[in-house]
């Protein structure tokens, strides 16, 4: 008999045998496959080629973390329509910017000019 992974409503996860509907452990709530949770929480967004660089970063990020616009609003607390529309309508600003870097482990730093200039002008 194949097993299933499954959570309950509660959060714990449970390894159950095919057919069974209701969690031992959490006094009868019901259970739906992690396969399915896992599906919702896939991040299914396009990156536009033609975005602001940084943008880009964070999206591409985003998406090797497996961070979907819902979760990475909720770690943040920018809305998910602003992160939404920095896609294709707007600029983010620096604060919410810096929010969702955060939230995905990453912090905008300031370098000066001249210590990135410096190696180019070696080689003239």
């Known amino acids: 008999m194949h097993t299933y992974n499954y959570q309950c409503k509660v959060g714990h ?3 159950t045998q095919r057919g069974a509907k209701n969690c031992h452990h959490c ?3 019901a259970l739906w496959a992690l396969a399915d949770y896992n599906r919702y929480q896939t991040t299914r967004y396009t990156i536009p080629e033609n975005i602001h660089p940084w943008i880009k970063f964070l999206f591409v990020e985003a998406k090797k ?6 979760s990475l609003a909720k770690r943040s ?4 329509g602003t992160i939404r529309n920095w896609r294709d309508r707007a600029l983010p600003n620096i ?3 810096e929010a969702c870097l955060n939230s995905l482990g990453y912090k905008i730093k300031f ?3 001249h210590t990135l200039i410096a ?4 080689g003239l």
């Not at 190696?119 to 070696?122: A, L, V």
Request: net charge positive; aromatic share 12%.
């Open 13 to 15: 996860k449970h390894v």
């Open 77 to 80: 607390g920018v809305t998910v």
């Open 65 to 70: 973390q497996r961070c979907s616009f819902e």
């Open 111 to 113: 370098v000066p000019i």
């Open 27 to 29: 006094k009868g709530k």
């Open 95 to 97: 604060a919410n910017y």
């Open 119 to 122: 190696p180019y002008k070696k």
